[in-house]
């Protein structure tokens, strides 16, 4: 599938710490530490409505992960996926009465446009679940063999992993039984379809139902479950052991559990993925965006109504990006007033020196994506700049060039 428009990254002289992030699985921060290729994998959408700030707050941690490895030098193989064959795609049509595939085209082409407006680095691979069937046919069959997955016979010949396949199962969450039951019935699980062995064992191939898109498999026509898509992909492109497996807290259980479980079933003793970054959720005026409550803010229409996408990204940004928080007026009016200071500091002729605001910008970002402090460094610079001037002819360039590398801040 086709990815969206590059965006140029400045180089910035001289170079920052290693990169260390919080790994969910380990419950600690620690280095990161990839191989001159830096491997990433970050869940995609499910393209039945348009790109909310949920959405766009993930992303965007994970460019500023990019961001900072591409400052690092490290090539970076960044994959992502797009959820484009699934329920809520089907549900959302229905109603609207229009086709599934057209529904989804049209949300993938405004994720595009909204990702490109808000600078985020496009993934090298950007892929649809629709063309990677097959990958998941062949993933679905070679778990069959390995005893680690199972057909429920009735009326459907659904197949199910089982849980049990692998010792090391829950690590990534660290949930205990009553949660995982919980979270599996609440995120798109189905614990009471009879005939399972254990009723957290996940879906990983839906028989074909009347009505329904399905693909042929040796196993009989169907479609793929939720998490296998995502083992596949990401092994089929960055293979096990990767560096960062992202998405927002939302996935910590069951999807990425679960895509952890499928892929090591098969790699025994290898870890899916070598980080497992989860960013928190974004709410609106003290309430968890979701569709349900109807309070989503989208990207496009902030875009529309004319807010600088700027203005979007660092009002996203003046949280850390593992705190859950609220998007409120009040958020985004300090990030307008946060954007003309520097806009108005960066276009002076001549400033206080600025080495020392820019290690310390690489110094925060590489300390689990500080962002609040990050910012808080540009300020005091563009602060100092606007109030005492300086004597530094290069310093205003040097920050600009800085905070559109690191941040994608560009006015
Ligand atoms: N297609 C699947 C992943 S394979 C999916 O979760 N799609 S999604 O459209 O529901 O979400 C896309 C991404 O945005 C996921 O990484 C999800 O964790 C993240 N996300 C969803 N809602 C929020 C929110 N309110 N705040 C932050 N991130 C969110
Ligand atoms: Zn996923």
Not at 46 to 71: I, K, M, S
Not at 269 to 282: D, E, M, P, Q, T
Not at 337 to 366: E, I, K
């Amino acid at each position: 599938m086709q990815s969206w428009s590059d965006t140029a990254l400045p180089t910035v002289p001289g170079t920052g710490p290693p990169l260390r992030l919080y790994d969910t699985a380990d419950r600690q921060v620690r280095p990161v530490a990839p191989g001159p290729t830096a491997t990433m994998y970050v869940c995609g959408i499910t393209p039945y409505d348009a790109t909310h700030l949920g959405h766009a707050a993930t992303y965007l941690t994970f460019d500023l992960v990019n961001r900072v490895w591409r400052d690092a030098g490290h090539d970076v193989h960044y994959v992502q996926n797009v959820t484009d064959v699934d329920d809520p795609l089907f549900e959302r049509a229905a109603r609207d009465g229009i086709d599934w595939r057209e529904l989804g085209t049209r949300e993938i082409n405004l994720f595009r446009e909204d990702m490109t407006a808000l600078r985020i680095v496009p993934p090298r691979d950007y892929i649809g679940a629709v063309e990677s069937v097959d990958e998941v046919v062949e993933l679905v069959e070679k778990l069959l063999v390995a005893g680690a997955a199972y057909v429920v016979d009735d009326e459907y010949s659904d197949i199910y992993f089982r849980v049990d396949a692998n010792e090391q199962f829950g690590y990534e969450s660290g949930y205990d039984r009553a949660t995982m039951e919980r979270l599996f019935a609440e995120r798109g699980g189905d614990p009471d379809r009879p005939g399972k062995r254990d009723t957290i064992d996940a879906l990983l191939w839906r028989a074909a139902r009347p009505g329904e898109p399905s693909w042929p498999a040796p196993f009989g026509a169907g479609r793929p479950g939720w998490h296998i898509e995502c083992a596949a992909i990401a092994l089929n492109r960055v293979g096990a052991g990767f560096d960062i497996q992202g998405g927002g807290s939302d996935l910590i259980y069951p999807h990425h559990e679960y895509s952890a479980a499928h892929a090591e079933a098969l790699e025994t003793g290898r870890r899916f993925a070598r980080h497992y970054v989860h960013a928190g959720l974004i709410g609106l005026d003290g309430e968890k965006m979701s569709k349900s409550k109807g309070n989503l803010v989208f990207v496009s229409k902030l875009r529309r109504a004319g807010t600088d996408p700027n203005a979007i990204r660092l009002g996203l940004l003046a949280g850390h990006y593992r705190q859950d928080r609220m998007w409120t007026d009040e958020v985004l009016a300090e990030a307008e007033r946060r954007f003309d200071l520097w806009c108005r500091a960066t276009a002076l002729p001549s400033g206080p020196a600025a080495d020392d605001t820019v290690a310390r910008l690489r110094q925060h970002l590489a300390d689990d994506l500080d962002t609040p402090k990050a910012l808080a460094a540009v300020d005091n610079w563009a602060e100092q700049a606007l109030h005492y001037g300086g004597p530094d002819t290069a310093a205003p360039r040097l920050i600009a060039t800085a905070v559109d590398a690191l941040l994608g801040i560009r006015r």
